[in-house]
T-cell receptor, first 117, second 116 residues
Framework: AQKITQTQPGMFVQEKEAVTLDCTYD???????LFWYKQPSSGEMIFLIY??????QNATEGRYSLNFQKARKSANLVISASQLGDSAMYFC??????????????FGTGTQLKVEL | GAVVSQHPSWVICKSGTSVKIECRSL??????MFWYRQFPKQSLMLMAT?????????EQGVEKDKFLINHASLTLSTLTVTSAHPEDSSFYIC????????????FGDGTRLSIL
């Protein structure tokens, strides 16, 4: 079974609009962390936002917020006021406390976001 | 923030050559680093976990003798692709994590490897 599922291979959004990128996860570990990364066409992986499984509030970082619904096992990324520079691949990832090996990350398949004028 | 440097950015070489890729944590010590491989338009696939002062832990299906990992210091891990062939052409990217439960993995800029 997939541990991280991103069901949107591609998304389009108009500049200045908000967009939600979906992510669902599967784990039986009570302690875990969820991350979102952005990968522009140049290839580097840019950390955006983190949500811990015990966090009571949704994480926010500037224009990024994470809609964390623990019971539904979803951790959707919301980007507000989209900018052309937001066009990139976005990956959701999970780190399980019991994953061993230095707490490795499991990545989803990614969502390609295109911001249009 | 934490910075991870990866070198080289691009490598083009002949089949049969061995290629070494370096991953350095510039402003923090990393007892653990990670090596990923990424094919075009696909996700990152973890190849191995590099442990300072001990042997790397390889993921299932990754050839240990093909992808040699050395983590000799707290700031440097190297990946050597031995006797590289065209099917080894890919994007390789490393990461390291600042200790702490909430800390993300910080990634290098990646290495595009092309074997002719």
């Amino acid at each position: 079974a997939q541990k991280i599922t991103q069901t949107q291979p591609g998304m389009f959004v108009q500049e200045k609009e908000a967009v939600t990128l979906d992510c669902t996860y599967d784990t039986s570990d009570p302690s875990y962390g969820l991350f979102w990364y952005k990968q522009p066409s140049s290839g580097e992986m840019i950390f955006l936002i983190y949500q811990g499984s015990y966090d009571q509030q949704n994480a926010t970082e500037g224009r990024y917020s994470l809609n964390f619904q623990k019971a539904r096992k979803s951790a959707n990324l919301v980007i507000s006021a989209s900018q052309l520079g937001d066009s990139a691949m976005y990956f959701c990832a999970m780190r399980e406390a019991g994953s061993g090996g230095g707490n490795k990350l499991t990545f989803g398949t990614g969502t390609q976001l295109k911001v249009e004028l | 923030g934490a910075v991870v440097s990866q070198h080289p950015s691009w490598v083009i070489c002949k089949s049969g050559t061995s290629v070494k890729i370096e991953c350095r944590s510039l402003d923090f010590q990393a007892t653990t680093m990670f090596w990923y491989r990424q094919f075009p338009k696909q996700s990152l696939m973890l190849m191995a976990t590099s442990n300072e002062g001990s042997k790397a832990t390889y993921e299932q299906g990754v050839e240990k003798d093909k992808f040699l990992i050395n983590h000799a210091s707290l700031t440097l891990s190297t990946l050597t692709v031995t006797s590289a062939h065209p099917e080894d052409s890919s994007f390789y990217i490393c990461s390291a994590r600042v200790p702490g439960a909430e800390q993300p993995q910080h990634f290098g800029d990646g290495t595009r490897l092309s074997i002719l």
